[in-house]
């Protein structure tokens, strides 16, 4: 018997006349129901254009690679980039910490209220700290040491406990360690960082002190793709909280972590709801 | 010579299936581009489907009525509402005005700008005190006093002054008078007004009195479409300001003035854009 | 051998002149140094004075009884309404709640991170849902079941756990029951309630269904001392979120939580730290 | 026959026992009410101490010189960078602009609404663009052309124009030319600008471009005193707003003035109500 299941198709290509009319017809012809869609282009004239479809579709999951098939014929002439998701299926997700609790913690509590679409499948920490909030959570632990010494150990370690567990998406929930060039390679798009300032304001290390010296009146905090150079990888999200001249760094911290748990925690839904395409230094955030 | 022009189609109808694909097939098959699609949908089923697309095409002032005529068979299957709007057609607009002049002042100034899409044909006051402010902008003003007992002249009047000059849409820039009803009847969703407080809280006279008295940590406006009912037509914008316990109700004034004026300037945007659509006692506002 | 301690005094009177010098010089004159200090004053002529003061002391605890006994000479010629508190003595807390564990949640977890000035002494709740979750935090926990005709027994047992444990402060983290005439009484101005809406919009039941149908295109929170009107008590704190069209009555619940929970937070912390003053149907809150 | 004056005292100091006391005692004890106090440590030990007063006081101005010479002995022992303002004397303004007229148009608006407590004296322009503006609003209008080889008359004639005009302080309202030094120390802490970026982000010019390449999802704007590094003075208030991948350079522009505007008038009002100590790089703002 048929059931209705839900679909995400996600397109990008050089903009030109014709496309939303190609791919509704696409998809009516092909009986899914687009429920919402929307787009984006940089410009009609030479630009490029993104969409986003979530559509219903009668046994989607056993259907896809035929749907597969033959949308690559439609997309073909637009030379779009493309893909098409069952979201029945659900991101394995896997989180990085080190002994700051409030990014994971959100994230945890999220998960179990139901706001992230995915299978939180383990805790990876440099530090043992985390065992019990992770596991009573029925999350497994995995405790991967970090020293100078032992880099290439802990990255081998990494990938493995990764690809074991068949991972898609990577949070860096206030992980106070440099990722290394192969796994972010690997994990192109898919790794997730929380910094704690507005970037590009205060890249780099303390950026609470630096605030602080610097004398401003708004804190923030940046959740971004992971790429080669640190702190610039594509912005997913920002937000900010206003402070005074009565804010010491210790004060700074602790309203700066308010601002870190909730960007990383919107940043983490909308890519996990395939809300975010990636675009050269910059990401289209579809709501 | 073909010249490209921009159109705006809005459709409102009951949610099935193959709508965006028989919308999105029409005007590419018409000759015009689609620009930027939006759309939402209460519920895909038994909901209602409401859709705005922003679309290119060579001569459009010209085809319109051709354009019309075609779309009226593509619309019918689907019951849609719908319209089609040439942008280069701006829709003419009366400012209606007291003795504040926050809210006029934020309109001409953005309309000078060029950031409302819109003539603003005329300035309407029961006071004579922005005539030479409506005047140096090289905005018509039209003084018509309202008493206790002229009060159906005066709708006389506004009706006759609006007629004349073709008016589309009224802005009620903190009016201080009641709109009777047949000038709402007329304006079916084409009068704005600016209410200065978060509805549905503070109804009614003297809502910054009414905060006050109340203790509220939290100002607002609120602009909304009028209809028969007082403050209670449907919302298009809201915002609010903090405020503490050491503002009195001067100082709410004086800050719910600068909320006021930008709340009612976005909506009046929004509606001269044809981004809003009215549904029962709501709306919906594409972005 | 002596250690400062940190003291909060609490002032409030009719203002007339010279408040300010009497109270500082007490304090300098009995050792104590000012830390921070703040006021306000609802008119200069005919109007109320208030004050908060952090000073630091030798010895306060040992000292306080016969400070308070000085100060009293101090407070009577202008009227003072008064209090000295130690900081080093944490108010005792007791927190009710039902099925929803967002509120519950925050405050726990802020105060295991030293966020909140206080003991958390018991969690008490008309179900049975958040025992582990109190208990896995140290945290005591009462299940007081409550139906329509155990309201006597269940506000005898309420009454006896509070008196027995001490408890200074009671927070309502979204406890879905009405609280008993007897109890705020007893309780005067130490019961804190979180609303879901920001009051005075939507009293009573159901707000977020309430704020749907009204299509407002804000969502609030409030927190506010309970008093013997539902909903109309002093308010301590409020805050919003944007919504759009685009938001169920789900969405909105979803939405509103994470006003809900912050807002209660930053009314308990503030309340805790004596910051607080409740003059009238309104709060002075000193940041 | 005397008459209620107000005035502000400011205070700057190291920290340590009994400033509070000794200040409030002589206020109290030379026939000034205190109406409003705020203070601020950075630290109890070893820190640095700052007061704002607000008093009132019979006959202030004619007094003034004789309150100063009193209070400068209560000072002395505790190293007091102090000053009396009788507020009755409004500083003297000069306004600097370009072509982009948002700010100086917020400024004068303002100050018309009364909410500046200034004599707007004059506006300087390197164009002559704003001279109806500013001439309609009574406010003389100075043109200095400035062009690469003529910086030295433009900034001679400045200086005499701010020196003829008795001009206390000095607003660069979108002003698109460097300062030079000498005016920089001549008006020390009475130069303010606005910046178009959220800084430390986006120094130097096109801030706005400068953010559309990075991808940000917030954009801001900054008031600050002008010192001799570029953009790096002490910052008095910063706002943001979200922007979206749907902005272009053109929309982060629009939506930028709607900031820097509300900015600047904050900055603007705030240091002439003498709520602005500047200490080492940075601001105290009291509220």
Same mark, same amino acid.
């Given at each position: 018997m048929?059931?209705?299941?839900?679909? +995400?198709?996600?397109?990008?290509?050089?903009?030109t006349e014709g496309i939303v009319a190609a791919v509704s017809t696409f998809l009516f012809?092909?009986?899914?129901? $687009?429920?919402? #869609? *929307?787009? &984006?282009?940089? *410009?009609?004239?030479q630009g490029h254009f993104f969409m986003r479809i979530e559509f219903s579709h009668p046994n989607l999951l056993e259907k896809l690679p035929e749907l597969e098939a033959a949308f690559a014929e439609t997309a073909s002439p637009f030379s779009m980039q493309w893909s098409i998701t069952a979201t029945s299926k659900k991101p394995r997700v896997a989180i990085f910490a080190t002994k700051e609790d409030h990014c994971l913690q959100e994230?945890? %509590?999220? %998960?179990?209220?139901?706001?992230? &679409?995915?299978? +939180? =499948?383990?805790?990876? #920490?440099n530090h043992n700290h985390f065992r019990e909030l992770a596991e009573s959570a029925g999350i497994p632990?995995? &405790?991967?040491?970090?020293?100078? *010494?032992?880099?290439?150990?802990?990255? =081998?370690?990494?990938?493995?406990i990764l690809e074991e567990n068949r991972i898609d998406t990577v949070i860096l929930a206030r992980y106070m360690q440099i990722i290394p060039e192969q796994? +972010?390679?690997?994990?192109?798009?898919?790794? +997730?960082? $929380?910094? &704690? #300032?507005f970037l590009p304001a205060f890249i780099g290390g303390n950026p609470y002190q630096q605030a602080f010296d610097r004398g401003v009146k708004i804190i923030g905090a940046t959740a971004h793709y992971v790429n080669e150079q640190l702190d610039e990888g594509p912005i997913i999200e920002q937000d900010i909280t206003r402070i005074t001249h009565r804010y010491n760094v210790t004060d700074l911290k602790r309203h700066g972590k308010d601002i870190e748990r909730i960007v990383l925690y919107r940043a983490v839904k909308w890519h996990l709801e395939k809300r975010v395409i990636v675009h050269g230094n910059k990401t289209i955030v579809f709501q």
């Open positions: 048929n059931q209705t299941e839900k679909g +995400i198709l996600l397109v990008s290509c050089p903009d012809s092909n009986g899914a129901n $687009i429920v919402h #869609s *929307d787009q &984006h282009s940089t *410009d009609p004239v994230l945890i %509590w999220r %998960w179990q209220l139901g706001e992230l &679409h995915a299978e +939180i =499948a383990l805790v990876i #920490s632990f995995y &405790h991967v040491p970090v020293t100078k *010494d032992t880099k290439a150990e802990a990255t =081998a370690a990494h990938f493995s796994l +972010i390679q690997r994990y192109q798009n898919e790794i +997730i960082n $929380i910094h &704690h #300032s």
